[in-house]
């Protein structure tokens, strides 16, 4: 008794296959890979204090002194964003894992307990019908701004597609012969989800994840700028971007390089989500 809990080695072969014909999904790759070291590195790669003002340098362009300019109260902008990087990588990846750690054990358990399926699917649409940023103002307003309350907000925003995307894929595996076979061998339904049914999410699963981080790190962006992210002067990408909205006209870098960098972090991981799938998903691969 067997199951397929291994990606097939072909799969992987047809990703690495497309990585080397591919030189956007290539720049995508470099690029995730420098900017999410150049945040666990901000420590020693970041030229000033990321939150040390200076009077004199408000509001400067950028320069061989300062690479990518200064804000309207002379902090670096290039340090900025290097810690920001490292604050918003780090919400985005916990209200993920917190999400899934919600949704893959409901979509299983609806997909494994017909009785199940009813009740919490319809919960997971009623989560679904409210756009994601409404669930930030309410728990906004309930937890107050912070990172609390934005990881509760991406954490909320994740468990309902989560779930609906394991419980398509459980239900392909929970009639197959080897789930059949471990029931009659006296397997509890515990340990067949997590031997079998849950393996076989997998492939979807980490799909799923890496399309979710890159639409969360805009979602969470987006929560900062409305003000219910961290308070300043801790650097945010988000918050960057909402201080400088008042500046466009006089020193629109200060906007434009935050909103720039979020752009590239996001399309990045949406390509590397794309070619993930493509490889993954058998019915794509041509």
Same mark, same amino acid.
């Given at each position: ?10 799969? /992987?072969? +047809?990703?690495?296959?497309?990585? %080397? ?11 995730? /890979?420098?900017? !999410? ?50 604050? $918003? ?14 949704? =893959? ?21 009623? !989560? ?19 990172? *609390?309350? !934005? ?14 995307? $394991? ?5 392909? /595996? ?31 699963? !980490?799909?799923?994840? $890496? ?15 409305? %003000?219910?992210? =961290? ?18 006209? *006089?020193?629109?870098?200060?906007? =434009?390089?935050?909103? *720039? ?9 949406? =390509? ?6 493509? +490889? ?7």
């Amino acid at each position: 008794m067997a199951s397929s809990a291994a990606i097939p080695s072909s799969r /992987v072969s +047809a990703l690495v296959s497309r990585l %080397g014909r591919d030189p956007i999904l290539w720049i995508s790759v470099i690029l995730l /890979v420098t900017i !999410i070291g150049s945040a666990f590195l901000a420590d020693w790669l970041a030229p000033y204090n990321p939150i040390q003002t200076s009077l004199r340098a408000r509001s400067k362009p950028p320069s061989l002194q300062f690479l990518l300019g200064t804000d309207e109260q002379g902090r670096d902008i290039l340090s900025r964003i290097l810690f920001g990087l490292r604050l $918003t990588l780090m919400t985005g990846l916990l209200g993920l894992l917190s999400g899934l750690a919600v949704g =893959i054990p409901t979509g299983m358990l609806a997909a494994y307990f017909p009785r199940l399926d009813m009740a919490l699917m319809r919960l997971m649409d009623v !989560i679904l019908s409210f756009p994601a940023i409404l669930f930030g103002l309410a728990i906004a307003g309930a937890v107050g701004p912070g990172l *609390t309350g !934005i990881v509760i907000s991406l954490a909320v925003a994740t468990i309902a597609p989560a779930a609906r995307i $394991t419980r398509s894929a459980a239900l392909t /595996v929970v009639n197959l012969e080897f789930v059949v076979g471990a029931r009659m061998v006296g397997l509890t339904n515990a340990q067949i989800l997590w031997r079998y049914v849950l393996p076989n999410c997998t492939p979807a699963l !980490i799909v799923y994840s $890496t399309l979710r981080f890159g639409q969360l790190i805009l979602l969470g962006a987006s929560l900062s700028f409305l %003000g219910l992210g =961290i308070a300043p002067p801790t650097p945010e990408l988000g918050v960057m971007v909402s201080q400088g909205r008042g500046l466009l006209l *006089t020193a629109p870098h200060i906007a =434009i390089i935050p909103c *720039t960098v979020i752009l590239l972090l996001v399309l990045s991981f949406n =390509i590397v989500g794309d070619a993930l799938r493509d +490889a993954l998903d058998p019915q794509l691969r041509v």
